[in-house]
């Protein structure tokens, strides 16, 4: 029985061609991983919502809603009036405080300043007829004197003249003491020290009563949109209710979740793209907060499959003029690259 071997030569042409095709074969699925690594990870898009961080407007003490300038929907910018509560007794008590401030500042300004001004020009005037006097009483007593050395008069008639002008010094003397404590204070130092005080309390009386007043009237603390108002005019508000809530766009945030395995790749600051239903076009948006904690945990979480379940909580804000556009609790569509 014959059987047909192959040629040396083809067998080794046979086993370098195979060996040939499989390095091929190799080198294609090694090219195909590598650049199949170097592609774009794709954009992983996640469904939330937007939310409202509102601001609630409240008056400090309770009062009849007298005037409410504002409806729900409203766009109101900085410092415009909102509402206001009635007043009454709140201009009574300023009024009562602003009287005792005058009344205070008077006080110290009557204890601090010396005579009235008809007194003073008494005590002037008194000086004046003292002065002329002293110089007239001068006058006469050099005239004794020189008749007294030429023989003409007694020593009793010098003596005289001299006790006359000691006299009108004397009373000149007087007069100008009396201007002097006329221009003092009239109270003494602890009495003024005590004035002022009651000045500086007068005043803070009147700060509160400012204060208290304000509070019955407040305006806009930033533009924002009037989301929503719980008195109507007439309506009692007890103290510390909220009359009206109000929308700043800088409040408004996108809240979305993510799972456990790209939180980590997440970093507050980072910039996402947003879009929703009837929006002309995406919107950026910043993350504000990402969550320590996962949300909606399996009660089991020692194998990999069930932490593939866990989600976190990513908070994002769009820009102001974005944010104007959106409304709490609409559906929202956040991408990350």
Not at 57 to 62: F, G, I, K, L
Not at 162 to 178: C, F, G, M
Not at 323 to 329: E, I, Q, T
Request: glycine residues 6%.
């Amino acid at each position: 029985m014959l059987i047909a071997r192959p040629a040396r030569g083809s067998l080794h042409r046979s086993s370098a061609s195979a060996g040939v095709h499989s390095g091929r074969a190799l080198a294609a699925t090694i090219a195909l991983v590598l650049f199949g690594g170097c592609d774009k990870p794709a954009e992983s898009t996640y469904q939330g919502y937007v939310e409202g961080e509102f601001v609630m407007v409240a008056a400090a003490s309770a009062g009849r809603l007298e005037k409410r300038w504002v409806q729900r929907g409203n766009k109101v910018e900085t410092n415009a009036p909102l509402f206001a509560l009635e007043r009454e007794n709140e201009m009574a008590g300023r009024r009562e405080a602003e009287e005792r401030v005058r009344t205070a500042e008077a006080r110290l300004a009557n204890l601090s300043a010396g005579k009235r001004a008809p007194e003073l020009d008494v005590v002037k005037a008194q000086a004046q007829e003292a002065a002329a006097a002293r110089d007239l009483s001068t006058r006469q007593l050099r005239q004794q004197e020189r008749l007294f050395r030429d023989g003409f008069i007694a020593q009793a008639k010098l003596d005289e003249a001299r006790a006359i002008y000691d006299r009108d010094v004397a009373k000149l003397a007087e007069s100008e003491a009396q201007i002097r404590s006329a221009n003092l204070a009239l109270g003494r130092d602890k009495e003024i020290v005590a004035a002022r005080a009651e000045v500086e309390a007068a005043r803070s009386v009147l700060a509160q009563s400012d204060w208290r007043l304000a509070q019955r009237a407040l305006a806009a603390p930033a533009a924002a949109l009037v989301q929503d108002h719980f008195f109507a005019e007439g309506e009692w508000v007890p103290a510390g209710s909220p009359v009206l809530s109000l929308l700043p766009p800088g409040n408004v945030k996108l809240r979305f979740f993510v799972p456990e395995t790209v939180v980590g790749a997440l970093k507050t600051g980072q910039r996402v793209s947003g879009t929703c239903d009837g929006c002309s076009a995406p919107f950026a948006a910043s993350i504000s907060f990402i969550s320590r904690q996962p949300e909606y945990t399996p009660p089991n979480l020692f194998s990999r499959e069930n932490r593939a379940k866990l989600v976190f909580l990513i908070e994002a804000r769009p820009a102001p003029a974005d944010a104007a556009r959106l409304n709490p609790g609409q559906p929202v569509d956040v991408s990350l690259k």
